[in-house]
């Protein structure tokens, strides 16, 4: 009887023995994968953080080309009419050959009605009207020509 309750016992022992083990061998890879996950979250949230100001970058970039397209056309219209005075300028994606469409206010600036000297002011919005959107503000000293002295 003594014999059989000892055995008993080095049964249960085992079998502990084992369900601990058994425990352990789940948990280790479970906390190996708990690490990894954890890991790629963090590349992903990084990659989209990158990716954001990318686009960023290249909104910047765009409105500062509209800014001096603005400018060059605005010198090409005084050039033919001294009296302009600005407008606002919008321009489709397909013009620009992006997937935003852009805006730029053209201003000019007079302090003296008899001076031929002037400011060109701009303000390029890109995308035009998005949340996202970049603005630059550019200002441009001109001095217009006189029409006589052309010929």
Same mark, same amino acid.
């Given at each position: 009887m003594k014999f059989k309750i000892r055995k008993l016992r080095s049964i249960k022992k085992l079998q502990n023995s084992r369900t601990k083990r058994s425990g352990s061998v789940v948990l280790i890879p479970m906390i190996c994968l708990i690490l990894a996950l954890a890991i790629i979250g963090e590349l992903l949230q990084q990659t989209s953080i990158e990716l954001k100001q990318l686009k960023k970058g290249q909104h910047h970039l765009q409105a500062n080309w509209? %800014? *001096?397209?603005?400018?060059?056309?605005?010198?090409?219209?005084?050039?033919?009419?001294?009296?302009?005075?600005?407008?606002?300028?919008? $321009?489709?994606? %397909?013009?620009?050959?992006?997937?935003?469409?852009?805006?730029? $206010?053209?201003?000019?600036? /007079?302090? &003296?009605? &008899?001076?031929?000297?002037?400011?060109?002011?701009?303000?390029?919005?890109?995308?035009? =009207? %998005? $949340?996202?959107?970049? /603005?630059? $503000? /550019?200002?441009?000293?001109?001095?217009?020509? *006189? /029409?006589?002295? &052309? =010929?």
């Open positions: 509209l %800014a *001096d397209a603005a400018a060059q056309r605005a010198v090409e219209k005084l050039s033919h009419q001294q009296k302009y005075a600005g407008e606002t300028w919008k $321009i489709q994606p %397909a013009e620009i050959g992006g997937t935003f469409p852009g805006e730029v $206010i053209i201003e000019i600036v /007079r302090t &003296n009605p &008899n001076s031929k000297s002037l400011t060109i002011r701009t303000l390029a919005s890109y995308p035009a =009207n %998005a $949340i996202e959107r970049v /603005r630059i $503000i /550019r200002e441009w000293p001109f001095e217009l020509q *006189d /029409r006589s002295s &052309n =010929n």
